[in-house]
């Protein structure tokens, strides 16, 4: 049978709500569906329909990525990718991500981002592992900072979190590559100052902002739970999130974290791949990294724009050949990069570097590097002078990361 895609109208917006539901073998139906008319784009809201049934589903967002020397690239990020259990092995999210990914590259993005919910799914569609994430537990009774943090901390109610964090958040967003823009729903679901029915509410919990000597500030929202072991207080931390804009207010939030009585052990769900904290404390070995793991997924789009766009801590030119099977931005690429600005133009140039579209996703961040994709045999290397070249222009100094669920 053949399946109608195409974006829904504002009527069909509690089926569309009640097949996510289905796909993500949640029972809600279209609860949320009311909540989410407001800020949702129908035209980039589609739907895999079986007649009048909505079968799979799929949406994105515009969004703003920070790349290497901060600034920011225009790119979709796509999300509620399902498919009912009825409906599966027919290609029908394959059609919705690839008219996703065209209309993506007709509004001009330069680039798509997704959360993979499995590995192997997405690289068919140029998607690559972009961003490291991993959890952090951090021993409360041991772990302590090495040196005093001077500086301010207090505690804050929910409406004053919610009118900080934005500003907050776009000090974190500026300071990690690889972090996105959050729309403005993004922070009333965080702080649970409005509810979606479809969704667990967000634990209760406190907010402390921070503020170093300087005036800048950051804010992490923790919930806390009692607990004891023989009469002896073992209390648990959780953090829900934790933004600053620099590594002494990440400091100061810390030491307020690892001052509070009580409390056994401190819980962070998301932590970047070099994450600071360690050489914080007088034990690095009081923090115990767990579950690091892959988080975006970067899709080019258009690979001389993305290119351009970015900051090199170093010179060199080289030749690359991206292949796109899907058409959007495979070429030969002569990219000629040095610390104050990049040129990257279409050439006929014999290329120093043949890589697939997926593997130019990974790479571009700079977390991960050239020669580890060419040993995995992702990249065929024609010059390897020029291979080393093109691996130290793209490394990032730090891991590229981001905290943001979509």
Same mark, same amino acid.
């Given at each position: 049978?053949?399946?109608?895609?195409?974006?829904?109208?504002?009527?069909?917006?509690?089926?569309?709500?009640?097949?996510?539901?289905?796909?993500?073998?949640?029972?809600?139906?279209?609860?949320?569906?009311?909540?989410?008319?407001?800020?949702?784009?129908?035209?980039?809201?589609?739907?895999?329909?079986?007649?009048?049934?909505?079968?799979? =589903?799929?949406?994105?967002?515009?969004?703003?990525?920070?790349?290497?020397?901060?600034?920011?690239?225009?790119? !979709?990020?796509?999300?509620?990718?399902?498919?009912?259990?009825?409906?599966?092995?027919?290609?029908?999210?394959?059609?919705?991500?690839?008219?996703?990914?065209?209309?993506?590259?007709?509004?001009?993005?330069?680039?798509?981002?997704?959360?993979?919910?499995?590995?192997?799914?997405?690289?068919?569609?140029?998607?690559?592992? !972009?961003?490291?994430?991993?959890?952090?537990?951090?021993?409360?009774? *041991?772990?302590?900072?090495?040196?005093?943090?001077?500086?301010?901390?207090?505690?804050?109610?929910?409406?004053?979190?919610?009118?900080?964090?934005?500003?907050?958040?776009?000090?974190?967003?500026?300071?990690?590559?690889?972090?996105?823009?959050?729309?403005?729903?993004?922070?009333?679901?965080?702080?649970?100052?409005?509810?979606?029915?479809?969704?667990?509410?967000?634990?209760?919990?406190?907010?402390?902002?921070? =503020?170093?000597?300087?005036? *800048?500030?950051?804010?992490?929202?923790?919930?806390?739970?009692?607990?004891?072991?023989?009469?002896?207080?073992?209390?648990?931390?959780?953090?829900?999130?934790?933004?600053?804009?620099?590594?002494?207010?990440?400091?100061?939030?810390?030491?307020?974290?690892? *001052?509070?009585?009580?409390?056994?052990?401190?819980?962070?769900?998301?932590?970047?791949?070099? !994450?600071?904290?360690?050489?914080?404390?007088?034990?690095?070995?009081?923090?115990?990294?767990?579950?690091?793991?892959?988080?975006?997924?970067?899709?080019?789009?258009?690979?001389?724009?993305?290119?351009?766009?970015?900051?090199?801590?170093?010179?060199?030119?080289?030749?690359?050949?991206?292949?796109?099977?899907?058409?959007?931005?495979?070429?030969?690429?002569?990219?000629?990069?040095?610390?104050?600005?990049?040129?990257?133009?279409?050439?006929?140039?014999?290329?120093?570097?043949?890589?697939?579209?997926?593997?130019?996703?990974?790479?571009?961040?700079?977390?991960?590097?050239?020669?580890?994709?060419?040993? *995995?045999?992702?990249?065929?290397?024609?010059?390897?002078?020029?291979?080393?070249?093109?691996?130290?222009?793209?490394?990032?100094?730090?891991?590229?990361?981001?905290?943001?669920?979509?």
């Amino acid at each position: 049978m053949v399946h109608d895609i195409r974006t829904i109208t504002d009527d069909e917006l509690p089926a569309w709500t009640a097949a996510v539901s289905t796909g993500f073998f949640r029972t809600t139906g279209d609860a949320g569906a009311e909540l989410r008319r407001a800020w949702m784009e129908l035209d980039r809201t589609w739907g895999a329909f079986d007649g009048a049934e909505i079968a799979a =589903t799929a949406r994105s967002f515009p969004t703003s990525m920070t790349v290497p020397g901060g600034n920011g690239i225009d790119v !979709s990020a796509l999300t509620a990718v399902t498919t009912t259990s009825t409906h599966r092995r027919r290609g029908l999210a394959s059609r919705l991500v690839h008219a996703d990914l065209v209309a993506a590259k007709e509004r001009g993005e330069i680039a798509s981002v997704l959360i993979a919910a499995e590995w192997p799914i997405y690289g068919r569609f140029g998607f690559g592992p !972009s961003t490291e994430s991993q959890r952090a537990v951090i021993d409360a009774r *041991a772990g302590r900072l090495r040196e005093p943090i001077a500086g301010s901390v207090e505690f804050i109610e929910r409406a004053v979190a919610r009118e900080i964090v934005p500003p907050v958040y776009d000090g974190h967003r500026v300071r990690y590559v690889g972090e996105i823009q959050r729309l403005p729903h993004f922070w009333d679901l965080e702080l649970g100052v409005v509810v979606d029915p479809a969704w667990p509410a967000p634990k209760a919990g406190f907010f402390v902002r921070a =503020t170093d000597g300087d005036g *800048a500030s950051g804010l992490v929202s923790y919930s806390y739970e009692d607990k004891e072991k023989g009469r002896v207080p073992a209390s648990e931390v959780t953090v829900n999130f934790m933004f600053a804009p620099n590594p002494t207010v990440e400091a100061l939030l810390w030491q307020h974290l690892l *001052a509070l009585d009580l409390v056994a052990t401190i819980t962070v769900g998301e932590m970047p791949a070099d !994450s600071v904290l360690p050489w914080l404390l007088t034990d690095g070995r009081h923090v115990q990294f767990q579950h690091r793991s892959d988080f975006h997924w970067l899709r080019p789009l258009d690979v001389p724009k993305m290119l351009t766009s970015r900051a090199f801590h170093a010179s060199g030119s080289v030749v690359l050949e991206i292949i796109d099977s899907l058409g959007f931005t495979g070429g030969r690429y002569a990219l000629d990069a040095t610390p104050s600005g990049a040129t990257c133009v279409a050439t006929t140039a014999s290329a120093d570097l043949t890589m697939g579209v997926a593997a130019c996703g990974s790479l571009y961040l700079g977390g991960h590097r050239l020669r580890t994709l060419a040993a *995995a045999g992702l990249i065929d290397v024609h010059s390897q002078g020029a291979a080393d070249v093109l691996d130290s222009l793209l490394h990032s100094p730090t891991a590229p990361f981001s905290a943001t669920w979509f």
